[in-house]
């Protein structure tokens, strides 16, 4: 209601906005049907708006099945995302050399909304695909990073986050209980680290870090997942979190 009772506010761009957002790695292409479905727009508009971004050329358009699906503009967008983020350049070095000393998979996660979202990726050669795409987002407090961050913010930050924000489980292990995660949030705030088993992917130990502000305050964090197969937690401190702590330590908020 507030955004539309703003004089600023185009309310068929957030549509088209809306539209291009069903898209994700459940529905890398969708029919005009399922984006009517999907967005809950009249068939119309989405016909109107399908169009003129297959037009502008944010959307393909298969000429046989007439589905939809992201075109290489978003490539284009997350480009320049990178160069205009300050960020990105400072951290991409440092993960570069963890990568080569440790040969573990490890990320920049970026707080986004009440998710986290990985900025950079460097995986390892165990990696799984859907683990190594830039871009994925998943629900913040189910995440070692997401926690992590939070446990920088203030108690009343934390508390509407631990009221409002969701929780998915994305695996039988995945902790739904909030007084578990505020727990874990306040163990995090009082380690200066936090570890996850199991939370977004089975068989996997997440290790995350801060990435500090001047202010004390972090809005992303340097993450490190291993698998269960190859780690415990306990190898996962006494190996992989004074370096992760050093290289964080070694990036300007």
């Not at 971004?53 to 393909?60: A, C, P, S, V």
């Amino acid at each position: 209601m507030e955004k539309k009772q703003n004089p600023l506010f185009v309310g068929t761009l957030a549509k088209g906005l809306r539209l291009l957002r069903a898209f994700d790695e459940s529905h890398v292409s969708l029919s005009l049907a399922e984006l009517v479905t999907l967005t809950g727009l009249e068939k119309s508009a989405v016909q109107r708006m399908a169009h003129t971004l297959h037009q502008e050329g944010m959307l393909e358009r298969d000429p046989g099945t007439r589905r939809y699906r992201p075109s290489h503009a978003w490539l284009e967008l997350a480009y320049a995302y990178y160069w205009s983020d300050p960020l990105i350049s400072r951290v991409l070095p440092k993960l570069v050399e963890f990568s080569r000393v440790h040969g573990e998979t490890v990320n920049l996660a970026q707080i986004s909304g009440d998710h986290i979202i990985y900025s950079l990726r460097l995986p390892n050669q165990r990696t799984q695909f859907a683990a190594s795409i830039v871009g994925r987002r998943v629900p913040a407090l189910g995440t070692a990073s997401g926690r992590v961050i939070l446990a920088t913010w203030s108690d009343d930050e934390v508390a509407h986050a631990l009221e409002t924000w969701p929780i998915r489980a994305a695996t039988p292990k995945t902790i739904t209980d909030r007084g578990a995660i505020a727990d874990g949030i306040a163990c995090a705030s009082q380690d200066g680290y936090s570890i996850t088993q199991g939370q977004m992917m089975l068989n996997e130990i997440s290790l995350a870090v801060p990435i500090v502000g001047i202010d004390g305050r972090a809005n992303a964090a340097l993450q490190v997942a291993v698998s269960s197969h190859s780690f415990d937690i306990e190898r996962v401190r006494e190996e992989l979190l004074p370096a992760l702590l050093d290289t964080a330590s070694g990036i300007p908020g």
